[in-house]
């Protein structure tokens, strides 16, 4: 989970290519930004197991209407349409797409983001949800939930993951 706007590719590498070395499947809100870098090199890990499942949102509650623009991204190679709405800082409402996100995930690595990533922390938090925050420091997620560590290394991220969902 994470910026919708910047890759934080070398963050964003990193995650994605752990996720798919390890086999897991990769669950992402199926936008451009951090979703669309770790899911780029999650799709490039050579056999990998998983997948990559999108959870996209619309521009409002008809199904037949299309994706919000930029959705999927390229990688997404099982969307899950929605009638649920993107986030932001309306991401803890019921009708956001959060909600599909960290309840169906068995763990969640926040990177640097905004409202909606804070908002995927909180509803971890709430639901929980095992969360890690992998920033180099507290202001990359603003308004991060109190509760969610926060680690520099992946080595630490990965090691914490691969606690929760063994």
């Known amino acids: 989970?994470?910026?919708h706007a910047d890759r934080h590719q070398e963050r964003s590498r990193l995650v994605g290519d752990w996720i798919a070395r390890e086999g897991y499947h990769l669950l992402t809100g199926a936008g451009e930004g951090v979703m669309s870098a770790v899911s780029q090199a999650f799709a490039?890990?050579?056999g990998r197991a998983g997948c990559i499942i999108g959870i996209v949102p619309t521009v409002s509650e008809d199904p037949m209407r299309p994706p919000v623009l930029g959705y999927p991204n390229p990688w997404v190679e099982i969307p899950i349409y929605t009638h649920l709405?993107?986030?932001g800082l309306t991401g803890d409402d019921p009708t956001s797409r959060n909600h599909v996100n960290?309840?169906?995930s068995s763990a969640i690595i926040l990177l640097p983001?905004?409202?909606g990533t804070a908002s995927e922390g909180r509803l971890a938090l709430r639901y929980g949800t095992p969360?890690?925050?992998f920033l180099r420091s507290p202001d990359e997620v603003s308004l991060l939930p109190d509760g969610i560590p926060i680690m520099r290394d992946f080595t630490e991220v990965a090691d914490y993951v691969a606690a929760c969902v063994t």
């Open 131 to 133: 969360a890690v925050a």
């Open 85 to 87: 709405g993107v986030g």
């Open 1 to 3: 989970m994470g910026s």
């Open 113 to 115: 983001g905004g409202e």
């Open 44 to 46: 490039e890990v050579d």
């Open 102 to 104: 960290v309840l169906t």
